[in-house]
């Protein structure tokens, strides 16, 4: 079996990955607040934990995985949006609860084993805080109930830090209620207007960590192999997940493997709404950049590096996936190649597989260059729509005719307009004297096309 090594940002260390379970491998990943669109930087785990459930569902078999990936759809953000847009916050969190699952489908990304909603898991979220006040690691007032962080000694251990540094660095909340400023709420009350459920406490709601806690318990276990997130998620979410979880469940482990992606850039600074270049995943693909190109971008930077995204980078993958995507048409898949598998097992290290990729298209495998970017995500049918090859016959003819009465009138301006319009499009014109040759190159564009006909 091929022996998979992940980084573990508890430990700090590559190690060789052993599951609690071969038979049932277990990943949790930490999924969106729905309240909007998914920006690009949301994206970025989405795909490198697909690309990871992929790997292990190889190696394992794909009856022996299970990933669950929740939807946050209890938070004051979707309040907030609720209350200006005058919509039920049913509406909101079910409407962007699609978007985000269509997005993330536009991308490649199979859909996880579970993906459960923050608001079905209620009672067992009382339940484990119940349990947490039992056991003195949570106490209520003013019908809040906090988690008493000091009463785990442990606390700090994933992002390195210790309680009194992380006071220092941190805006940790001063409340009258509190004990201490670290302590975190685990439920708060709800006023007549906001979502409240019944609760020993009063009427009211979780806390945002509570949830991944409750959730992971109900679906795998008090032990599971890989959770996973953004780095942005370490501290406090992750910190609190483990001191919740392990304070309900002492006799269990929570996660053995903690797995954290960096962040995303663009054009080599911070995604900001102030600086202009924040945009979706939406955005992009309405401008006509396919999700596998997105996906193929995302997948060129190891996740533990910070990932820039480029129009740059986004072009030669396009240009690329078009290449590959014409060595690969009608071809069966073989297998995966050896270079590629261990570079994935290898804290999928997926910048290292795709130039794997490359030198299995320089040599023409092309059976094992489907295969393996299949293993990826990559050149499968379901995302290959865009590179359908196009007719372009009616347009060379059109060249040529120009060309011909170019020549006889020495104006050139018709045919050079001509050659400019379909290189707007993307289309490279190849003229010779043996005729005119076009080819889709990056950038193509067929709506573009449409517009010249
Ligand atoms: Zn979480």
Redesign the pocket.
């Known amino acids: 079996m091929t022996e998979i090594k992940l980084h573990n940002t508890l430990t700090r260390r590559k190690e060789v990955f052993t599951p609690l379970d071969p038979e049932n491998v277990r990943m949790?990943v930490?999924?969106p607040t729905v309240y909007d669109r998914a920006h690009l930087g949301n994206a970025r785990p989405v795909v490198v934990f697909d690309v990871l459930y992929r790997l292990l569902r190889h190696v394992y078999g794909p009856e022996h995985v299970t990933y669950a990936r929740?939807f946050?759809d209890v938070d004051d953000k979707i309040n907030a949006r609720a209350a200006e847009s005058g919509r039920p916050i049913g509406d909101i969190t079910a409407e962007t609860t699609q978007w985000f699952l269509d997005d993330m489908s536009e991308l490649g990304a199979l859909e996880p084993n579970h993906m459960p909603r923050a608001t079905q898991y209620i009672p067992q979220m009382v339940a484990m805080i119940e349990g947490l006040i039992a056991d003195g690691h949570a106490y209520a007032a003013e019908g809040h109930v906090l988690f008493r962080v000091r009463s785990y000694k442990e606390y700090g251990r994933l992002s390195g830090r210790s309680v009194d540094d992380m006071i220092a660095g941190a805006r940790v909340e001063v409340a009258p209620y509190k004990e201490d400023p670290m302590d975190f709420v685990l439920w708060k009350p709800s006023s007549d207007d906001l979502p409240g459920w019944p609760s020993p406490w009063g009427r009211g709601r979780p806390g945002?960590?509570i949830?991944?806690s409750a959730m992971s318990y109900e679906l795998l276990g008090e032990s599971f192999d890989i959770h996973g997130?953004g780095n942005d998620?370490m501290f406090p979410?992750?910190e609190n997940?483990i001191a919740q979880s392990c304070c309900a469940h002492p006799s269990g482990g929570f996660a053995q493997v903690w797995m954290h992606n960096e962040m995303l850039q663009v054009e080599g600074k911070k995604m900001s709404k102030s600086l202009g270049n924040f945009f979706t995943v939406r955005d992009l693909l309405d401008k006509g950049i396919p999700g596998e190109v997105i996906r193929f971008v995302f997948l060129s930077t190891h996740y533990r590096k910070p990932m820039d995204w480029t129009a740059e980078k986004a072009r030669e993958a396009e240009a690329t996936l078009r290449k590959w995507r014409a060595l690969t048409e009608g071809v069966s898949a073989t297998d995966v190649a050896d270079p590629v598998l261990e570079a994935l097992a290898d804290d999928v290290n997926t910048a290292g597989a795709v130039a794997e990729l490359h030198r299995l298209a320089a040599a023409g495998a092309a059976g094992e260059l489907k295969a393996s970017a299949a293993l990826m995500g990559l050149l499968g049918e379901e995302l290959g729509d865009w590179a359908k090859a196009v007719d372009l016959s009616e347009f060379a003819q059109r060249i040529r005719n120009l060309r011909t009465h170019a020549i006889e009138t020495k104006d050139f301006s018709e045919l050079d307009a001509a050659k400019a319009a379909l290189q707007t499009a993307g289309v490279e014109v190849r003229m010779s004297k043996d005729g005119v040759e076009l080819v889709p190159g990056a950038g193509f564009d067929v709506s573009k096309l449409e517009t010249l006909k």
């Open positions: 949790y930490c999924g929740n946050t945002w960590h949830e991944c997130g998620l979410h992750h997940e």
